[in-house]
């Protein structure tokens, strides 16, 4: 039997945790390897308990993580091939087996095999992360191209189906996705290739009729609806084997008044005249990631104008400060703390550190073209060499965002959950603290607080003379109406304001900033509108009947062939 000695030295490894999920992760593991029927791998198991590196390694697996135990004892021959060959082998050898087509392939059997492939994946990529084999970088490249390669893979099948279908012809059936017409934008982390551990991976699908061969073009865009929806329950749909990634399609455009899949000269219509500023941030990371990727880079050229504009108005200015104030009220809980503190979206987390460098690309980017990098740390890097960002300011905030990152990992590979919270209790929270290879808690407690302080510090500088999120005639709390999912502290203004139905509300107000009714499709009716809102909502508040009046206002604004007049005498 080979020896297992990748890792090299077990002194740099995190030390068990919980005694009692220990001793249960090593009984699963035994019990898993005798169950295999194979005995060269019931003796290795054993071995690699009792003498190797990796057997340390097994065990801060088995003390800290639920679902990374499920997943080594799950397939016990494929972890102790991993812990011979390594994770880069391992990992190239899945990224390979993703797109290993068996002829005549099912749905089901599609789903088993790319569900397989993440378990294994998901076990690969801790482990080189726990283990500190990899940066950061190459832990979240791993994710972003296991995310892109499933995807890719279940689109295939999705094209290939349409085909059978009828709903489609395929220009080449052993490879569907070369000049299909069909486009998925990958946006966010998936677009920037930062994927988090357990990571959501939002998309935007698009198509082009013209360079579909379909014997129905007018039946192409329910052809299209039915080929997303297998897409994502190819994707995300929780099985007896798992799934591969949670898939989300909001940040389309209007995802409230348009379907899952859009034309792309619906795309480009609405980006043209209704594209707002919240929308130009998300674009910055946005990448083709699956079908026909030609079509897709010939989508964001053109969009190139609407995401890096060549100057900006006051007003525009005014909106990204508003995206800056919705991430702020996302925040959650007062101030830094450590046990129960998101280091995603709380007070000097990881969405500090990219809103830092997205704002200052949309303000810039425009004119120099250098300052485009989708990946938060080279869009530092960047700012530096333009001389809009300092070195150190720049060092210090990607050695935060590689150790938040670290963190956020840590407590996603727990139970993947899609979570960005910190332990509270302490005696789980001394347990993470181990999980991360401190030597107590009260050391982790002070790198966190340490890091969390320096970017709030860096953050606050940049934006300090920003305006206030202000209800301005008196409401008291928050009213941003920017992103695609409501404010939580916004909707509890408009009720705290003696709005019965804040939701419906905020709902409304969505849709008036896309430009739904004819007096709210211009840029400048918009931004007319977004500043007398606050006032607007006041005066509806004194009124005996909230909800009405706004129901009545809203009527009239529908009814009005034009807004920007009106809205310019209101103010």
Not at 137 to 158: H, K, P
Request: net charge negative; charged share 25%; glycine share 8%.
């Amino acid at each position: 039997m080979p020896e297992f000695s990748v890792l090299g030295s077990k002194s740099h490894l995190p030390r068990p945790g919980n005694p009692e999920s220990l001793a249960l992760g090593r009984e699963k593991w035994l019990q898993a390897a005798a169950d295999a029927g194979d005995p060269a791998v019931e003796s290795a198991a054993i071995e690699i308990l009792e003498t190797a590196a990796e057997g340390e390694l097994l065990a801060a697996i088995f003390g800290h993580s639920p679902f990374l135990t499920q997943a080594a004892t799950h397939d016990p021959a494929f972890t102790l091939g991993l812990a011979r060959q390594g994770p880069e082998s391992a990992m190239t050898g899945l990224l390979a087996a993703v797109h290993n087509t068996p002829a005549n392939e099912t749905e089901d059997a599609l789903k088993r095999r790319l569900r397989t492939i993440k378990r294994r994946a998901a076990l690969t990529i801790a482990w080189a992360d726990i283990a500190n084999l990899w940066p950061l970088e190459a832990v979240t490249e791993a994710l972003s191209d296991l995310a892109e390669a499933t995807l890719c893979e279940a689109l295939a099948f999705g094209l290939r189906d349409a085909a059978r279908r009828g709903g489609l012809t395929l220009s080449d059936a052993d490879d569907p996705a070369s000049g299909c017409g069909v486009i998925v934008l990958g946006m966010g982390k998936l677009g920037a290739r930062e994927l988090n551990y357990s990571s959501d991976i939002d998309i935007i699908v698009l198509f082009d009729p013209e360079a579909i061969d379909s014997e129905r073009p007018d039946g192409l865009q329910n052809v299209m609806i039915r080929l997303v929806r297998q897409l994502v329950r190819i994707m995300e749909e929780r099985t007896a084997d798992g799934y591969v990634f949670r898939t989300d399609l909001r940040l389309r455009p209007d995802p409230g008044a348009t379907p899952l899949a859009i034309s792309v000269l619906a795309a480009e219509t609405y980006y043209e005249s209704l594209g707002q500023n919240w929308e130009r941030a998300a674009m910055i990371k946005a990448r083709p990631v699956a079908g026909d990727l030609n079509a897709g880079a010939r989508f964001l050229e053109w969009l190139t104008p609407f995401i890096w504009r060549k100057s900006l108005d006051f007003a525009a200015i005014q909106d990204i400060h508003s995206i800056k104030r919705q991430i702020d009220a996302h925040r959650g809980g007062d101030g830094i703390k450590v046990g129960g503190h998101n280091v995603k979206l709380g007070f000097g987390g990881i969405r500090e550190i990219e809103f830092f460098a997205q704002t200052q690309q949309l303000i810039w980017g425009g004119r120099i073209a250098d300052l485009r990098p989708r990946r938060t740390k080279d869009a530092l890097d960047a700012l530096v060499a333009f001389g809009q960002c300092d070195t150190q300011t720049a060092n210090e905030l990607k050695a935060c965002y590689d150790f938040l990152r670290r963190v956020e990992h840590r407590i996603q590979m727990v139970d993947d959950a899609q979570t960005h919270l910190v332990p509270e209790e302490p005696e789980t929270l001394a347990c993470f603290a181990a999980f991360l290879g401190f030597a107590d808690q009260t050391a982790f407690a002070e790198t966190l607080t340490a890091c969390l302080e320096t970017v709030q510090a860096h953050y606050g500088a940049l934006f300090g003379d920003a305006p206030d999120l202000t209800a301005g005639g008196g409401a008291g709390g928050n009213l941003v109406f920017t992103g695609t999912d409501p404010d939580p502290d916004t909707l509890e203004t408009l009720r705290g304001m003696g709005f019965g139905a804040p939701d419906r509300v905020d709902a409304q107000i969505r849709a008036w900033h896309h430009g739904r009714y004819r007096a709210t499709r211009s840029n400048r009716a918009r931004e007319l509108l977004t500043e007398l809102l606050p006032l607007l909502l006041r005066a509806m508040a004194d009124t005996p009947e909230p909800d009405e009046t706004f129901l009545r206002f809203d009527n009239f604004l529908k009814a009005l062939p034009a807004g920007i007049q009106l809205f310019s005498m209101f103010h």
